[in-house]
Nanobody, 114 residues
Framework: QVQLVESGGGLVQPGGSLRLSCAAS????????AAWYRQAPGKQRELVAR???????TYADSVKGRFTISRDNNKNTVDLQMNSLKPEDTAVYYC????????WGQGTQVTVSS
């Protein structure tokens, strides 16, 4: 199985930046599609960004131009650089890996507030 460990969540002011990192272990991570999802209170969990094994990226319309997903297969990590953060970005962010199996991180809180 794949274990996913997240870091980088926290409190940031509107307009600020935050970088989330997800470290994977237990499998050959380079073969997996990796993604970040988020879930705000009372909302459905939604896809924020995805990077597949060929390094193709996709983004939710709400974060295009502000967020960047990237992966480092040598380090077995997938990062989410979040810029120009808005209060509506406040949510629990989850790392996801899909391939031979489907795995989730524990979630990390991102709060955008003054």
């Amino acid at each position: 199985q794949v274990q996913l460990v997240e870091s980088g969540g926290g409190l940031v002011q509107p307009g600020g930046s935050l970088r989330l990192s997800c470290a994977a272990s237990g499998r050959i991570f380079s073969r997996y599609s990796a993604a970040w999802y988020r879930q705000a209170p009372g909302k459905q969990r939604e896809l924020v960004a995805r990077v597949n094994s060929g390094n193709t990226t996709t983004y939710a319309d709400s974060v295009k131009g502000r967020f960047t997903i990237s992966r480092d297969n040598n380090k077995n990590t997938v990062d989410l650089q979040m810029n120009s953060l808005k209060p509506e970005d406040t949510a629990v962010y989850y790392c996801n890996a899909a391939g031979p199996g489907h795995y989730w991180g524990q979630g990390t809180q991102v709060t955008v507030s003054s």
